[in-house]
T-cell receptor, first 113, second 117 residues
Framework: NAGVMQNPRHLVRRRGQEARLRCSPM?????VYWYRQLPEEGLKFMVY????????ESGMPKERFSAEFPKEGPSILRIQQVVRGDSAAYFC???????????FGPGTRLTVT | AQTVTQSQPEMSVQEAETVTLSCTYD???????LFWYKQPPSRQMILVIR??????QNATENRFSVNFQKAAKSFSLKISDSQLGDAAMYFC??????????????FGKGTKLTVNP
C-alpha cells in the first residue's frame, strides 16, 4: 500500500513565476491537509480539503495561494507570483475520514530565487 | 486558539542514556489528541507516539513514553536507551477531537535532539 506521494520533491522558481505542488493521498483516503514549514519552524496548517470541497482554509494566505482536490487526480496547491518568502517545505497529509490519523508525505521543498 | 510550546530548542544526550523533551499546550477544549513527531534530516514526518486526552494512562511505544499531565497542560516525551538513529527534530502537536470543525494539527517549533556516541 503506497504512502502519501508528493511531487516534485524539489521545485525551484524565479520570483513572479507560478508553483504547482501535487499530493496523491493514500489509497482510500479522501481527506487532505496541507502544511507549510518555514526554515527553523514547526509545520503550520494551511488548508483542509475533502474531495471537491474546501473544508477549512483558515491558514491560507489571502492572496496568491489556492488549493483544490478534484474528484479525480491529486490535490494541488498553487502559488501564483511566488516571492522569496514562499521558500519553504510544503507537506501534505491524508486521512481516511475527518477524525482519522493523518499520514504525511515526504514534502516538497520550494526555493524561490 | 490552541498553542503548543516547546521551550527547548536543542537537547543532547549520550548514547544509551535517557532524555526528556518538554511540551506545554494551551486549549479550552476537553477532548483532544497530543502527538510527538520525529523529523530526521530526510524531512519525513514520522509519528512517534499518540495520547488521547481522555485516557489517564500514559502512552508507551517501546523506548518512547510520555508523561501527560492534563491539569498542567504538559506533555513530555521520554526516550530511553537513546540510539544514534534517534537524532532528529522532535515536534509536539495538538489536535482537537470531534466538534465538527477542522481537525488540523497545531505544532510546536520543535526540539533538535543530538545523540552523542
Amino acid at each position: 500500500n503506497a504512502g502519501v506521494m508528493q511531487n516534485p520533491r524539489h521545485l525551484v522558481r524565479r520570483r513572479g513565476q507560478e508553483a504547482r505542488l501535487r499530493c496523491s493521498p493514500m489509497k482510500g483516503h479522501s481527506h487532505v491537509y496541507w502544511y507549510r514549514q518555514l526554515p527553523e519552524e514547526g509545520l503550520k496548517f494551511m488548508v483542509y480539503l475533502q474531495k471537491e470541497n474546501i473544508i477549512d482554509e483558515s491558514g491560507m494566505p489571502k492572496e496568491r495561494f489556492s488549493a483544490e482536490f478534484p474528484k479525480e487526480g491529486p490535490s494541488i496547491l498553487r502559488i501564483q507570483q511566488v516571492v522569496r518568502g514562499d521558500s519553504a517545505a510544503y507537506f501534505c497529509a491524508s486521512s481516511p475520514d475527518r477524525g482519522g490519523e493523518q499520514y504525511f508525505g515526504p514534502g516538497t521543498r520550494l526555493t524561490v530565487t | 486558539a490552541q498553542t503548543v510550546t516547546q521551550s527547548q530548542p536543542e537537547m543532547s544526550v549520550q548514547e544509551a542514556e535517557t532524555v526528556t523533551l518538554s511540551c506545554t499546550y494551551d486549549t479550552s477544549e476537553s477532548d483532544y489528541y497530543l502527538f510527538w513527531y520525529k523529523q530526521p534530516p530526510s524531512r519525513q514526518m514520522i509519528l512517534v507516539i499518540r495520547q488521547e486526552a481522555y485516557k489517564q494512562q500514559n502512552a508507551t511505544e517501546n523506548r518512547f513514553s510520555v508523561n501527560f499531565q492534563k491539569a498542567a497542560k504538559s506533555f513530555s516525551l521520554k526516550i530511553s536507551d537513546s540510539q544514534l538513529g534517534d537524532a532528529a527534530m522532535y515536534f509536539c502537536a495538538y489536535r482537537r477531537r470531534g466538534g465538527g470543525g477542522s481537525e488540523k494539527l497545531v505544532f510546536g517549533k520543535g526540539t533538535k535532539l543530538t545523540v552523542n556516541p
